[in-house]
């Protein structure tokens, strides 16, 4: 058998061969074949397409923005009003007009009005826009910030104050009271002492002599707008209060500077407003006298001394009790002898008591204690314990002979 027909008959087997194969040999089959990816190339192209082009739109629209004026037209009880914000100058232009009674064609408020109703077309014209107000019903827009009634960046504060005193005697005490009383206003007062405060209304005291400027600066929260104030205070010098004493017999004479007033206090519950007084005392020991010193502006100041109230008396340095009649006694000579009463005691030389007065104003006749016998011709030391109606004491000492 030739290889042509080995050829041949290979070919008619495989011609009429049929494979008998089963579902789920294709599931098998078709499990292994590669899956196929998804593109998503061409949405990603659409996309960028879509923000392009809303960008371009975006960018003409501010564009043209920039360039134009922003016209609000309101409509209200037959007026016209018209609002336009100067976009180089940043500031609104409103004016008004009477409507006319022409022919014209009615407005149609629920077109024309629709625009503006109640609010203003605003829009972000460029960086120096920061102060930028515009105004419309009970509505004020400063770029993003919308406030009712009230522009609290731009309102300016008033810095005047009042005082309960521009003048006065130290220690001065003034009230001093802000006239603005607005929330948003802050305070700065500078007292011209050193003293600074931030309240809106308080006291302050100036302690000494001089003319003070107080000044106010007044601001507003936003430290946009400020305004400032200054009046004097005058606080007046104080009298400087002394004064001398001399001793007349039984008067006290006293000088104290000269000032438009004066006023005494003796001590004794005697008072006295006149220049440069005498008095005379009822009692004796110490006591206090004061002296208020008052100049032309009511100013006054006040200083006290501790004088000693003596008795005026005379007093011998000898006597001789010979019973001549003449010098016979020791004892003293009161000038108000009404006033006083006074014991008396006698030492001799070596400090032994020879003499004490058994009552009230009794004197010495020469005579030692308990007998009749004269003392010696010598040297002695006396005492007195004098007092007066209201029992206030003083003691005197000194020296006597016997002649």
Known sequence: MTNIDIENIIKEKLSSFEYQADNSDWDNFEKKLPKKRISYSKYYFVAASIVVISLLSILFINTKAKNNKIINITHQDNKNTKTIVDTKKHTPIISTKKEENTTKQPVNNMNSTKLTENKVLKNKIDKDTTNTYVKTNNNIIKNDIITDNNITDNYKPIASFTVSANNGCPPLKIIFSADDKNE????IWDFDDGAKSSENQLEHTYTKPGTYT?????????????????????????PKADFNYSVFENRYLFEGLNYNKQIWKFGDKCFSNEINPEHIYSRIGETTVSFIAINEYGCQSETSKIINIEPVFQIANAFSPNNDGDNDEFGPIFENPEQYNYFLYIYNAYGDLIFKSMQANQNWNGKLSNSNNIANKEIYLWKLIITDKDKHEISKKGKLTIK
């Open 214 to 238: 107080v000044k106010l600066t007044s601001y507003n929260k936003h430290n946009t707008k400020k305004s400032s104030f200054e009046t004097e205070i005058t606080v007046y010098d104080v």
């Open 184 to 187: 948003d206003t802050h305070y």
